[in-house]
């Protein structure tokens, strides 16, 4: 058995053509698990391979737009190509704002979607099945489990936004963290503890910094996202074998250079381990094998 951890976007807020929205696919032999659906998400799953109604699920790990923006269509084309399984997208997330999303996702739609059904001879409709949990800064919550994968919850800091949460994968082959969007912070380390491959936000906080002077919003934006080189330094002492960098501030399109300060920020603060600057795309597979892994679009470094 092999699982895959697939980086379906990297994207962050603002519209780069090369990332989807943030997103990534976690894939067993019988399991296709989502964790958040940006801009776009739809497609790249398609480019694996993975159509809607395929996905057992869709974890949600907070209520941010760029995370959000591409559930319509996955809820959508899911009941358009539902053929092959009508059962409506299951979405779990922690309480919160996500209820009201859900309740009215499809509100927008109805006079489409009435029209579909009548010329498709459907009965069934799209909407999502919505599954919420109180997600907790001090314990892990199971979340999903389905024979031998199962789903854990840990509450992150991303304030503003509260709940946000990051989700811990456990399969055959080993153990997968997302972190969904949070500082670096004691949670998700000892999220962490015993993790094969964690997937990781990251913010090169000095660098942005340099030009909040003449963009001071951007000081805001610093305190809620993970410092690169406190991220280096807390994967160093936790031990990560293989950490993927994600939800990329700057965009590596932001200049030539910037995957090799991305690299040079973890690497000075510490940490030794497999490092990839994941594109979409980027593709890891478990159980890790021993050689230097490399991917078709993303760098381990
Ligand atoms: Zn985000
Ligand atoms: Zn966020």
């Given at each position: 058995m092999?699982t895959?951890?697939?980086?379906?976007?990297?994207?962050?807020?603002?519209?780069?053509?090369?990332?989807a929205?943030?997103?990534?696919?976690v894939?067993?032999?019988?399991?296709?698990?989502?964790?958040?659906?940006?801009r776009?998400?739809?497609?790249?799953?398609?480019?694996?391979?993975?159509?809607?109604?395929?996905?057992?699920?869709?974890?949600?790990?907070?209520?941010?737009s760029?995370?959000?923006l591409g559930?319509?269509?996955?809820?959508?084309?899911?009941?358009?190509?539902?053929?092959?399984?009508?059962?409506p997208?299951?979405i779990?997330?922690?309480s919160?704002?996500?209820?009201?999303?859900?309740?009215?996702?499809?509100?927008?739609?109805?006079?489409?979607?009435?029209?579909?059904?009548?010329?498709?001879?459907?009965?069934?409709r799209a909407n999502p099945?919505?599954?919420?949990?109180?997600?907790t800064?001090?314990?892990?919550?199971e979340v999903?489990?389905?024979?031998?994968?199962?789903?854990?919850?840990?509450?992150?800091?991303?304030e503003?936004?509260?709940?946000a949460?990051?989700?811990?994968?456990?399969?055959?082959?080993?153990?997968?963290?997302?972190s969904?969007?949070?500082i670096?912070?004691?949670?998700?380390?000892?999220?962490?503890?015993?993790?094969?491959?964690?997937?990781h936000e990251a913010?090169?906080?000095?660098?942005?910094?340099e030009?909040?002077?003449h963009?001071?919003?951007?000081?805001?934006?610093?305190?809620?996202?993970?410092?690169?080189?406190?991220?280096g330094?807390?994967?160093a002492?936790?031990?990560?074998?293989?950490?993927?960098?994600?939800?990329?501030?700057?965009?590596?399109?932001?200049?030539?250079?910037?995957?090799?300060?991305?690299?040079?920020?973890?690497?000075?603060?510490?940490y030794?381990?497999?490092?990839?600057?994941?594109?979409?795309?980027?593709?890891?597979?478990?159980?890790?094998?021993?050689?230097?892994?490399?991917?078709?679009?993303?760098?381990?470094?």
């Open positions: 092999t895959t951890v697939v980086i379906t976007g990297t994207g962050v807020p603002q519209v780069d053509p090369t990332c929205g943030a997103g990534v696919l894939r067993t032999e019988n399991h296709h698990l989502q964790f958040d659906a940006g776009a998400t739809a497609m790249r799953l398609a480019e694996v391979g993975v159509r809607p109604p395929m996905l057992d699920a869709l974890f949600v790990t907070h209520h941010h760029d995370h959000l559930v319509t269509d996955l809820v959508i084309s899911r009941w358009i190509e539902g053929r092959i399984n009508p059962a997208l299951p779990v997330a922690p919160g704002p996500i209820e009201a999303f859900v309740e009215h996702l499809m509100q927008p739609w109805q006079a489409d979607l009435e029209l579909r059904a009548g010329h498709l001879e459907r009965n069934d099945v919505l599954s919420t949990f109180e997600a800064h001090d314990n892990d919550t999903w489990s389905d024979g031998d994968v199962r789903v854990l919850a840990r509450r992150v800091h991303h503003p936004v509260d709940p949460v990051a989700y811990r994968v456990e399969t055959p082959d080993g153990v997968v963290v997302i969904g969007d949070t670096v912070c004691d949670e998700v380390a000892e999220f962490c503890a015993g993790a094969d491959v964690v997937v913010f090169r906080k000095d660098l942005v910094l030009f909040a002077a963009l001071p919003h951007l000081r805001h934006v610093a305190e809620y996202h993970a410092d690169t080189k406190q991220l330094a807390m994967a002492e936790v031990g990560i074998p293989t950490l993927v960098l994600t939800h990329l501030i700057p965009a590596l399109s932001a200049s030539p250079d910037m995957e090799a300060g991305f690299v040079d920020d973890l690497r000075s603060a510490g030794q381990g497999e490092l990839v600057i994941a594109r979409d795309l980027t593709t890891v597979e478990l159980p890790r094998r021993t050689s230097a892994t490399t991917t078709p679009q993303g760098a381990a470094t």
